[in-house]
């Protein structure tokens, strides 16, 4: 089994250019797609309220870098004098590189739904101005 790099925005963010497609689509307007697609536009507003809970709870809790950093450093003296983990528990190198990016920003899933929805517009230029919908 394979774990994505970031699991804590892979969702959301594939989620949302899912509905950003069928949202889009030039068949409608933004409000006929509101008015026939209510449940995926309800879809899109829980991903934004979880986006903007989760950034909540990271502001109100600044010491989680730290906390990260900790836990880093002590599997970094495990690994080198040779203790035993629970290797299932354990993030590996790589995907601990990419949550501390992640965590860096103050807002980070704000900013990987931005920058997800930025990528969309600009991976298709098709998509009429008009047809996108006012969010």
């Given at each position: 089994m394979t774990v994505p790099l970031n699991p804590?925005?892979?969702a959301p963010k594939s989620s949302l250019r899912c509905l950003l497609d069928v949202l889009t689509s030039s068949s409608s307007t933004p409000t006929q797609h509101?008015?026939?697609k209510q449940s995926l536009a309800r879809q899109f507003a829980h991903i934004l309220h979880f986006t903007?809970?989760?950034?909540?709870l990271k502001m109100t809790n600044p010491a989680i870098q730290n906390d990260f950093s900790y836990y880093r450093r002590t599997i970094s003296?495990?690994?080198?004098n040779n203790l035993s983990a629970d290797a299932g528990n354990e993030v590996n190198n790589e995907m601990a590189n990419r949550m501390s990016l992640f965590y860096a920003s103050a807002t980070p899933m704000l900013k990987?739904?931005?920058?997800?929805?930025?990528?969309?517009?600009?991976?298709n230029p098709d998509v009429p101005i008009e047809?996108?919908?006012?969010?």
């Open positions: 804590l925005s892979v509101l008015e026939q903007l809970r989760f950034d909540e003296r495990m690994r080198i990987t739904l931005s920058d997800a929805t930025s990528k969309f517009v600009s991976d047809n996108r919908p006012d969010f």
